[in-house]
């Protein structure tokens, strides 16, 4: 483990990835008060066993008072620990009256403090320390090319919690949109109405007319789509050219079509 | 430990590491390629080969190409102890997980669950692991079997109980349910499953998973 | 070539060839299984070791199992090789020491120690890379997930056990590792504020870690 390590830690990197956080006010790389401490205590360069408190919560104050006049919008978080430090502060600095009460002594809680630090401090050192590891497939290297025919199974079956709880998720999941939803229905223009509405409007029809407007319109959000009104106008159209009641004629494909009575004793149009 | 000359038992060191992570077979030419201008690769390689000679994993040409492999009279080991891997198989983990939280269950609800019919394997798979056991038959039309997780189950995952599987709560933590879960989504607790609506299994039914496959497929 | 009684060299280049061949770390009950009966395995696994001390390939011990690989010193060499690792951010990555160093520990504990609640994704993606596993959970009130490090964290980190956590003796002995703060040293913990007598702030909080308010409703 290093036991050299700077005594401005680098909080300049720290912490980009996590971008869809909330909680975190981003105190230009600091996560919380703690980690704001612990830079503070660390820039007394002594053993943090040794650490001021009182000097730390000045630090800590002159630090809140120096975000906010920045703008920084700060996260409740500090502004607890602000307060409770200049608290714990003054309990420190004035003399212990008698009765102590119920509270433990401000050097108990000072004591606290400075262990909750040390533990950070400790961690963070140990991020350093774990990362300076060999790792896999950064800096070592197992077999590149296990040979493909031999398989040598571990005994170890390979399911964590995490994996079944995952499974069981995804499932409840899949099952949920199974599920049928009235909400979702999608109405059409059914082909017996589109029928009786082209039986309607067939003996006006004398001219050639685009289907879209021999389709009724869609008015408001209710009812069937304006697809299928148009799906349906078309089905009901053919069923019409098929009895010999109508013609249809398109110019190319994805072209607009035609729609014309066809008139009584006019012989079937033979297009190529 | 980088030597501006590095001696030929270092580049014999270097030559082994990449042969050894290299994903196939590596020429003279793209060893060389890796190491300090002028180094001996041949010579290397002769080394290795030497050294490798006799162990078993020996050093082999293939096209001119180098590689590492396994002694060929060592070959019956290898083969030999094939086994299945034994990685749950997708739908054997989804089937044992609904059978975790919903148990007892019978089979046409796990089906219900998945939307997709059980195929006849998965579920002997899980019962010859000991993961799953027979439980008893609900007592419904058709006396559908039902399945519970077994004690194997438990001590594979360090569960102390079944009280111990983790619930919507750890669902959540671990970021697989947002917000978007379904109104009324609800994680089952399998260790206040009641045993109201069954009946126990009749002696010998623990042993015949066959029959009471038969049994539930035909409702 | 297969000898009545194979002679300890012949052990041991069974098991060279058994590691080399291997896709994963193997456990020395994982190679006995593969060799006669009353073979030697501790001793061959130590003689390699011996064999390869100071190559270009080692033989290394992780999470209790054995496999080859590459040379730490030579991993400026494996350019072609090396995979861009999944970037942790410092989050994840105290999180990931507070839990291989605390372990069994609850999420609770970690934002204790961290000072500010875990954010949403952290623990996931631990979770998902298999690095972090469920553990089991404590009894306290509340019966709370724990989490602890999985194999996959130690073969990652070429740590044979957590016993080979960097610092991890001195830690202990500093007292360091203990998570229990003393009754009545009360330090604020803003990560924990409104988990017992507080009302969310805003409908949209279930995702933040209230891991009471669930279990209270399952009891």
Redesign the interface.
């Known amino acids: 483990?290093t036991d050299a390590f700077q005594p401005n830690l680098d909080f300049a990197?720290?912490?980009?990835?996590?971008g869809?956080?909330?909680?975190?006010v981003d105190l230009e790389g600091y996560?919380?008060?703690?980690?704001v401490l612990l830079a503070l205590a660390r820039t007394q360069k002594v053993d943090l066993l040794k650490l001021s408190i009182t000097r730390l919560a000045e630090q800590y104050l002159a630090f809140v008072h120096e975000a906010r006049r920045r703008n920084f919008a700060l996260?409740?978080?500090y502004l607890?620990?602000a307060a409770?430090l200049a608290y714990l502060k003054s309990r420190l600095l004035l003399p212990r009256t008698e009765k102590a009460g119920e509270e433990?002594p401000a050097e108990?809680?000072a004591?606290?403090?400075a262990?909750?630090l040390?533990?950070?401090e400790?961690?963070?050192?140990?991020?350093e320390?774990?990362?300076s590891?060999?790792?896999?497939?950064?800096?070592?290297?197992?077999?590149?090319?296990?040979?493909a025919?031999?398989?040598?199974?571990?005994?170890?079956?390979?399911?964590?919690?995490?994996?079944?709880?995952?499974?069981?998720?995804?499932?409840?999941r899949?099952?949920?949109q199974?599920r049928y939803n009235p909400g979702q229905r999608v109405e059409a223009f059914a082909l017996e109405a589109a029928r009786e509405w082209l039986r309607d409007l067939l003996p006006r029809l004398e001219q050639w007319t685009p289907l879209n407007r021999v389709a009724p319109a869609k008015h408001g959000a209710e009812g069937p789509s304006q697809a299928s009104f148009t799906a349906s106008t078309l089905s009901a159209g053919l069923e019409l050219v098929k009895e010999g009641a109508m013609e249809v004629k398109q110019a190319g494909t994805f072209a607009e079509l035609y729609l014309k009575r066809r008139s009584v004793g006019q012989p079937l149009e033979l297009v190529p | 430990m980088i030597q501006f000359a590095p001696d030929h038992l270092e580049i014999e060191r270097r030559v082994e590491a990449l042969l050894f992570a290299a994903a196939g077979p590596l020429s003279a030419a793209e060893i060389a390629r890796r190491l300090p201008e002028g180094a001996d690769v041949g010579g290397a390689i002769s080394a290795l080969r030497e050294r490798y000679q006799g162990r078993g994993v020996e050093l082999e040409c293939v096209a001119d190409r180098w590689r590492f492999r396994t002694a060929p009279d060592l070959s019956f080991m290898m083969t030999e102890e094939r086994e299945e891997p034994r990685r749950l198989s997708r739908a054997a983990l989804e089937t044992l997980a609904i059978i975790a939280y919903h148990q007892p269950c019978t089979r046409a609800e796990i089906e219900s669950v998945r939307g997709v019919s059980l195929s006849k394997g998965t579920l002997d798979l899980l019962l010859e692991m000991g993961f799953v056991r027979l439980k008893g038959r609900r007592r419904t039309p058709g006396r559908p079997v039902t399945y519970a997780t077994a004690d194997k189950f438990l001590e594979h995952f360090s569960l102390s109980s079944l009280y111990d599987l983790p619930g919507v709560a750890e669902m959540k933590a671990a970021g697989l349910l947002d917000l978007s879960i379904p109104v009324g989504f609800e994680v089952p607790d399998p260790s206040r499953a009641g045993d109201d609506d069954e009946t126990p299994l009749m002696p010998g039914e623990e042993d015949s998973p066959e029959f009471a496959q038969d049994f539930v497929a035909e409702d």
């Open positions: 483990m990197a720290v912490d980009q990835a996590d869809r956080d909330a909680f975190v996560e919380g008060p703690l980690h996260a409740a978080d607890v620990m409770w433990a108990e809680m004591a606290a403090l262990f909750r040390r533990k950070l400790a961690m963070r050192r140990a991020v320390a774990i990362q590891r060999p790792q896999l497939k950064r800096d070592v290297f197992t077999r590149g090319d296990p040979e025919l031999v398989v040598i199974p571990s005994d170890r079956i390979e399911a964590s919690l995490y994996e079944l709880m995952a499974a069981y998720v995804t499932q409840r899949r099952e949920e199974r």
